[in-house]
């Protein structure tokens, strides 16, 4: 199994991802982290569906049927709560893009609101690389201003789906 997650282009299964942190971690840190013995995490590594005498779904694999469950009752914050719970430590954000509504109710209006950041996103990029280096605190303007462009693209989504087209 080859992986590429680094740069993370598709979705990957449970066991995939497992496999990934069995090459990236070592298996003596996920057996500190996990308190399994190394058969276990070989099995939590493979294809349950396919190995006989497994039938375990990992951790991951439950934690994704947990989700799956909560959202056919319309418990989304859960979910919502638990990736929060999740990742924020780290730096990463979580957006439910169900919830993204147009803020301006119209889509050129919004379209606006993409030009003016992309503007500034643009500005930005342009004054970090004039010296040749990208620092730190420029990388995370720059990710706010590409977030803050993605959330602004959500929200006319939002008013095309709704058919918000004002003359």
Same mark, same amino acid.
């Given at each position: 199994?080859?992986?590429?997650?680094?740069?993370?282009?598709?979705?990957? $299964?449970?066991?995939?991802?497992?496999?990934?942190?069995?090459?990236? &971690?070592?298996?003596?840190?996920?057996?500190?982290?996990?308190?399994?013995?190394?058969?276990? &995490?070989?099995?939590?590594?493979?294809?349950?569906?396919?190995?006989?005498?497994?039938?375990?779904?990992?951790?991951?694999?439950?934690?994704?049927?947990?989700?799956?469950?909560?959202?056919?009752?319309?418990?989304?914050?859960?979910?919502?709560?638990?990736?929060?719970?999740?990742?924020?430590?780290?730096?990463?954000? #979580?957006?439910?893009?169900?919830?993204?509504?147009?803020?301006?109710?119209? #889509?050129?209006?919004?379209?606006?609101?993409? $030009?003016?950041? #992309?503007?500034?996103?643009?500005? $930005?990029?342009?004054?970090?690389?004039?010296?040749?280096?990208?620092?730190?605190?420029?990388?995370?303007?720059?990710?706010? &201003?590409?977030?803050?462009?993605?959330?602004?693209?959500?929200?006319? &989504?939002?008013? #095309?789906?709704?058919?918000?087209?004002?003359?």
């Amino acid at each position: 199994m080859r992986l590429k997650i680094k740069g993370v282009v598709r979705n990957y $299964t449970s066991f995939e991802i497992f496999h990934a942190y069995m090459k990236i &971690l070592g298996i003596q840190v996920l057996r500190q982290i996990w308190g399994k013995c190394e058969r276990h &995490l070989y099995r939590w590594a493979s294809d349950y569906r396919l190995e006989e005498g497994s039938g375990q779904p990992n951790p991951l694999e439950k934690l994704r049927l947990t989700f799956e469950r909560l959202d056919e009752i319309n418990r989304r914050d859960m979910i919502e709560a638990t990736l929060r719970y999740l990742v924020n430590h780290i730096g990463f954000e #979580v957006h439910d893009v169900e919830k993204v509504q147009t803020d301006k109710g119209d #889509v050129v209006l919004e379209m606006l609101d993409i $030009t003016s950041v #992309v503007g500034e996103l643009s500005k $930005t990029i342009q004054e970090a690389i004039a010296d040749g280096v990208i620092s730190e605190e420029e990388k995370v303007e720059i990710r706010k &201003l590409l977030q803050k462009v993605i959330e602004e693209a959500r929200q006319a &989504l939002d008013a #095309v789906n709704k058919g918000e087209i004002k003359d």
